[in-house]
């Protein structure tokens, strides 16, 4: 798999939802934050292909590329709320970069990715500051070290991303998405995983905010 080239691909009526989010040739981490990053400002679907699966995920169903496999689909901005106000000013890049640098408080995939490696990366969630915002702490670091060596991405530009996603869910097996996919077969394990490291993390006292992000290296 290509870790140098990102393809943006613009919306083209009629054209089949699964073919274009396919032909996004993903991109490596430190290409998509670098400060060339090829990742635009502007909206669209963003897929995650991982060439080793987290924890005890089941692949099953799941499409294969080049070694990896295609595990998670987000979008950005999110649908407008109902009242017509945008609901949010992100884009594709801001959204990918807080995937690849952020923490769990503001990433669901960090949430599901650290949940799944945290005995195997040695990280636990935790509560942080007043106690509201939950992450792996100084544990995001090493989060992002994983992801740095097995996660790729890829994206396609459009206008209404939310409808676009919506559409691709039912074509496509991604275990790690919760919200709209509980035709997946892993759907009630990957709830069931973060809703455990939530529970743990909420007996637990609350920590200072230490402040650190998945910023790596």
């Given at each position: 798999m290509?870790?140098t080239?990102?393809?943006v691909?613009?919306h083209?009526?009629?054209r ?11 991109v490596?981490r ?10 635009p400002k ?17 692949a099953t169903?799941?499409i294969?590329?080049d070694g990896?496999m ?7 901005p999110?649908?407008p709320l109902?009242n017509?106000?945008?609901a ?5 890049r ?16 960090r949430?599901s990715l650290?949940?799944l ?12 500051g007043?106690?509201d ?8 670091r ?5 992801m740095h060596?097995h996660?790729?991405?890829g994206?396609v ?7 676009l ?5 039912g ?22 995983v973060?809703?455990a ?6 007996a ?6 230490p402040?650190?992000?998945g910023k790596y290296p």
């Amino acid at each position: 798999m290509s870790n140098t080239v990102g393809v943006v691909d613009a919306h083209t009526p009629g054209r089949d939802d699964l073919k274009r989010i396919l032909s996004a040739e993903p991109v490596a981490r430190e290409v998509a934050i670098s400060r060339g990053t090829p990742v635009p400002k502007a909206g669209g679907v963003y897929a995650w292909w991982f060439d080793e699966l987290p924890g005890d995920l089941d692949a099953t169903g799941c499409i294969e590329r080049d070694g990896s496999m295609l595990l998670y689909v987000g979008i950005s901005p999110k649908a407008p709320l109902r009242n017509g106000r945008v609901a949010s000013s992100q884009s594709l890049r801001s959204r990918i970069t807080t995937h690849y640098t952020g923490n769990a408080a503001g990433s669901t995939l960090r949430l599901s990715l650290g949940s799944l490696l945290a005995s195997t990366l040695g990280i636990e969630l935790r509560r942080f500051g007043s106690g509201d915002r939950l992450h792996f702490g100084v544990g995001e670091r090493e989060l992002s070290r994983w992801m740095h060596e097995h996660a790729r991405v890829g994206w396609v530009v459009d206008e209404a991303p939310w409808e676009l996603e919506s559409r691709l869910f039912g074509k496509l097996v991604v275990p790690l998405n919760l919200d709209g996919n509980d035709h997946c077969g892993f759907h009630a394990r990957m709830r069931e995983v973060r809703s455990a490291a939530r529970v743990h993390a909420r007996a637990l006292p609350v920590l200072p905010n230490p402040g650190a992000g998945g910023k790596y290296p």
